[in-house]
C-alpha cells in the first residue's frame, strides 16, 4: 500500500492532528453495519473504556459529531431555559460556548479575559462570589491563543462558593494530552474530540458528567434530540448507539487504547511537559516570543512580529514547504501561528517543520543566519535525542 502521509502536506496544526498509518488503512477497509454483532462487541469495549479516560466512575458517551456538537451535549442536558451561566470567554472557543447557551435561553454572564492570558483566580473568585450560577463554563486550554487555565483551581474556587452549581469544561485541547483526573478535581462535566489526542479523525465526540450532573439530566427542561443522553443511555446499555456510528473510527481508537495505554506518551506525542520544554528550547533558540502567559502543552503558539504578515507566513510554509500550520482568529488574525504537538508527529516532522518554518520565514523578510538555524537543529537532535518520539511505525 502506498505511503499516504508522504504524499500529504506535513500537518502541524492543534487538530486536525496528523493519525496514525493503521487508523488511515482502517479508514480504507470495507464498510460495516453498526447494527452488527461485530459493531456491537467493538462499541461495548469503546463505552466501556471510555470513562478511563476521563479518569472517572461515572457515565461516559461517544457522539458522531464535531467537538462543537459535544459541547453541545454537555450543555443542552443540564440546562433549562433562564438558568444563569456564568462563561469563562477568553478566545473564540469561550465565545463558541457562550453564545450557545445564550442561542438555548440561557441568561449568560461572560468573564472576559485578555486572549492569551489565563484566567486570575482572585479574579474569578470576586467574580463568582457576585453571582449565583447554575452552570460555570470554560475551557481548560483555549486552542484559539494556547493559553492554559487553572481548572483543579477554578473547580475547587466553584464547589465553595456554589456546592450545587455545575463546572462544565471543554477539554477537547486537553483530554488524553495533559493530566485531567474528572473525579480527583471534581469536575460536572467534560468533553473531549476525537481529532485531538485520540488521534483518529474528526467526527466523534465524547462527554462525562458527575453523578451531580446526571442527577440534572433528568430534570433539565432544555429541547434535545439528537444529542439527548437519556436516549443515548438506553441505546448503550443495549450495546447500541442512539443514532449512527463510525465504526472504524471506534475500532482504531479501541485498538489504540489498549496498545497503548493513555499514560504513554504515544497518545499525545508531544504533549508532555517535558516535550513542551523541549519545544520551547527550540523556539527560544530561534528568538520566537511566545503569546500565552501560561500555555498548553498541546500547541505552541508563536507571536509573528509585528514587521511580518502571519498569514502571508502560513501561506508560503503551506504552499511552498509543504508545512501546514494554523494562525490567530479574529483579534489575533495574522499575528500568531499555532503548532500543534499531539497525534503521530515524528521527530523528523518537527526538525522538518522547524526547518520550514525558517526558510518560509525568511521568504518574507523574517532574518535569520544559516548559523542560528543550524545552531537551533542540532539543539532540537540532542534534545530528541534525550527524550525520542515514541513513534516507530511507519
Given at each position: 500500500m502506498p505511503d499516504i502521509k508522504a504524499s500529504l502536506p506535513l500537518l502541524m496544526t492543534p487538530g486536525p492532528v496528523p493519525v496514525p498509518p493503521s487508523v488511515l488503512r482502517a479508514l480504507s477497509a470495507p464498510i460495516e453495519h453498526h447494527r452488527t454483532p461485530a459493531f456491537q462487541k467493538c462499541f461495548d469495549r469503546v463505552i466501556g473504556a471510555l470513562p478511563g479516560v476521563f479518569q472517572t466512575k461515572n457515565r461516559a458517551f461517544m457522539h458522531v459529531s464535531t467537538g462543537t456538537g459535544g459541547m453541545e451535549s454537555l450543555l443542552v442536558n443540564v440546562l433549562s431555559p433562564g438558568d444563569e451561566v456564568a462563561a469563562v470567554v477568553s478566545g473564540k472557543f469561550g465565545e463558541r460556548w457562550a453564545d450557545m447557551a445564550e442561542a438555548f435561553g440561557a441568561k449568560v454572564e461572560r468573564l472576559d479575559i485578555e486572549w492569551g492570558e489565563s484566567v486570575h483566580l482572585p479574579t474569578f473568585t470576586a467574580w463568582l462570589e457576585k453571582r449565583k450560577p447554575q452552570i460555570v463554563l470554560s475551557q481548560v486550554c483555549e486552542t484559539s491563543t494556547g493559553a492554559l487555565h487553572p481548572i483543579r483551581e477554578m473547580a475547587q474556587v466553584v464547589?465553595?462558593?456554589?456546592?450545587?452549581?455545575?463546572?462544565?469544561?471543554?477539554?477537547?485541547?486537553?483530554l488524553g494530552a495533559m493530566p485531567l483526573p474528572m473525579d480527583e478535581w471534581d469536575i460536572d462535566g467534560v468533553v473531549g474530540g476525537s481529532q485531538k489526542a485520540f488521534m483518529i479523525p474528526t467526527g466523534l465526540s465524547f462527554v462525562a458528567l458527575s453523578e451531580r450532573a446526571w442527577a440534572r439530566v433528568q430534570i433539565a427542561k432544555c429541547p434535545r434530540f439528537y444529542f439527548d443522553l437519556r436516549?443515548?443511555?438506553?441505546?448503550?446499555?443495549?450495546?447500541?448507539?442512539?443514532?449512527?456510528?463510525?465504526?472504524?473510527?471506534?475500532?482504531?481508537?479501541?485498538?489504540?487504547?489498549?496498545?497503548?495505554?493513555?499514560?504513554?506518551?504515544?497518545?499525545?506525542?508531544?504533549?508532555?511537559?517535558?516535550?513542551r520544554k523541549r519545544h520551547a528550547k527550540r523556539c527560544r533558540f530561534l528568538d520566537f516570543?511566545?503569546?500565552?502567559?501560561?500555555?498548553?502543552?498541546?500547541?505552541?503558539?508563536?507571536?509573528?512580529?509585528?514587521?511580518?504578515?502571519?498569514?502571508?507566513?502560513?501561506?508560503?510554509?503551506?504552499?511552498?514547504?509543504?508545512?501546514?500550520?494554523?494562525?490567530?482568529?479574529?483579534?489575533?488574525k495574522g499575528k500568531l501561528l499555532r503548532m500543534g504537538h499531539m497525534g503521530f508527529i515524528?521527530?523528523?516532522?518537527?526538525?522538518?517543520?522547524?526547518?520550514?518554518?525558517?526558510?518560509?520565514?525568511?521568504?518574507?523578510?523574517?532574518?535569520?543566519?544559516?548559523?542560528?538555524l543550524a545552531a537551533a537543529l542540532n539543539t532540537a537532535r540532542e534534545i530528541l535525542s534525550e527524550t525520542p518520539s515514541p513513534w516507530s511505525e511507519t
Open positions: 464547589r465553595r462558593l456554589h456546592p450545587e452549581c455545575l463546572f462544565l469544561v471543554d477539554a477537547i485541547t486537553a436516549t443515548e443511555n438506553e441505546a448503550n446499555r443495549r450495546g447500541e448507539t442512539g443514532f449512527q456510528a463510525q465504526f472504524p473510527s471506534s475500532r482504531r481508537w479501541m485498538s489504540c487504547s489498549r496498545k497503548w495505554p493513555l499514560s504513554d506518551s504515544r497518545f499525545s506525542t508531544s504533549a508532555s511537559p517535558l516535550s516570543a511566545f503569546f500565552p502567559s501560561t500555555s498548553s502543552p498541546s500547541l505552541t503558539a508563536i507571536l509573528v512580529p509585528d514587521s511580518i504578515d502571519g498569514q502571508k507566513w502560513r501561506s508560503v510554509l503551506e504552499t511552498k514547504h509543504g508545512v501546514v500550520l494554523m494562525g490567530g482568529q479574529d483579534q489575533m515524528r521527530d523528523t516532522d518537527l526538525i522538518t517543520a522547524i526547518t520550514a518554518i525558517v526558510h518560509a520565514g525568511r521568504e518574507i523578510g523574517w532574518e535569520c543566519s544559516d548559523e542560528k
